[in-house]
């Protein structure tokens, strides 16, 4: 592996937060990953690349703390773990912003913003919740990341995909996680709202948060990564460094390049062939079977 560095992280070279060390993942018979080492560090952006069924949801879950690994050693802090429930790692600073992310489209973006761990105040039993607070809180921490909506009582569901991302990365961020997970976050967004979620992940970063960030764009990856890791079939294909790789070798690396040349080459051969030598279409169809 190669001790990473970095484009912009302040705090590169620390002592990584979440370690991964030959790790595998069999589903019964499926060994769907196999000796994965991946390492995240405070102030990094750490890609994981690879196509459909690579296992990157797989490695994903198991860092998250929804499946548990089969093989290998992971560590948080140094410490081996195995992790039980999302819940585990979330009281580790582990927190993962899924795609279909968890929030209910009519309610405000404050409320929303709190799901789940609403504010309150009073003693009980009169306890009630604390909206004036929750709303000047919701809106310092979305300003904090430089994220500015018009207006937090409108639905959440009103907001562009981009800005949802954001609002979870926000969220994630004001409730401790030290550790980001991103399951493809801009799979689903156009060039402009990519850019959005993007500038985000870069916020988090400068925050001095460790961040996943898990897609198919070699393009969006290298905007943002100090790492690029990227799995096939299970197993890791590349592990480099920001300075070790280039966007043109990213790319290759992602759609197969042994396997585009091989393709390659047959298509040229298919090119040589001599279309003198093809029978013609007439000779085909006297020689087609009748029915
Ligand atoms: N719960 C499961 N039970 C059995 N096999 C599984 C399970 N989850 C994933 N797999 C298998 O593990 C392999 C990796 O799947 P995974 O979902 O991690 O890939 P992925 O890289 O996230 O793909 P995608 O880009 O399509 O999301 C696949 O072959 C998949 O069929
Ligand atoms: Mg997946």
Redesign the pocket.
């Known amino acids: 592996m190669t001790t990473a560095t970095t484009a912009g992280g302040p705090a590169a070279g620390t002592e990584p937060l979440v370690e991964l060390d030959g790790v595998g993942k069999s589903?019964?018979n499926?060994r769907?990953l196999h000796g994965v080492d991946l390492a995240v560090r405070p102030g990094q952006v750490t890609c994981v690349l690879?196509?459909?069924?690579?296992?990157?949801?797989?490695?994903i879950k198991i860092i998250s703390g929804l499946h548990r690994h089969t093989e290998g050693e992971f560590r948080i802090d140094g410490a081996p773990v195995r992790l039980n429930t999302p819940r585990e790692a979330l009281d580790r600073g582990i927190a993962a912003v899924y795609q279909d992310l968890a929030t209910v489209p009519l309610m405000p973006v404050w409320r929303n913003f709190f799901l789940g761990s609403e504010l309150t105040r009073g003693p009980w039993p009169v306890r009630r919740l604390d909206i004036a607070r929750m709303k000047r809180t919701a809106d310092e921490e979305l300003r904090a990341m430089g994220i500015v909506l018009d207006d937090l009582e409108q639905p959440i569901g009103t907001l562009s995909g981009g800005q949802r991302q954001s609002v979870a990365i926000a969220r994630a961020v004001h409730f401790g996680a030290r550790v980001l997970i991103l399951d493809e976050p801009t799979a689903a967004l156009g060039v402009k709202q990519s850019g959005v979620v993007l500038k985000y992940i870069a916020a988090a970063r400068d925050r001095g948060l460790g961040v996943i960030f898990i897609t198919?764009n070699p393009h969006h990856a290298f905007m943002v990564g100090d790492h690029f890791s990227v799995?096939r079939l299970?197993t890791l294909e590349l592990s480099a460094g920001r300075e070790e790789v280039s966007l043109e070798e990213l790319t290759n690396h992602m759609a197969g390049g042994a396997e585009l040349a091989a393709l390659k080459h047959e298509l040229a051969q298919v090119r040589g062939v001599d279309v003198e030598e093809l029978p013609e279409l007439e000779d085909l169809a006297e020689r087609r079977p009748s029915p």
Do not use: E, R
Request: glycine share 30%.
């Open positions: 589903y019964g499926v769907a690879g196509d459909n069924g690579a296992g990157k949801s797989t490695l198919h799995l299970g």
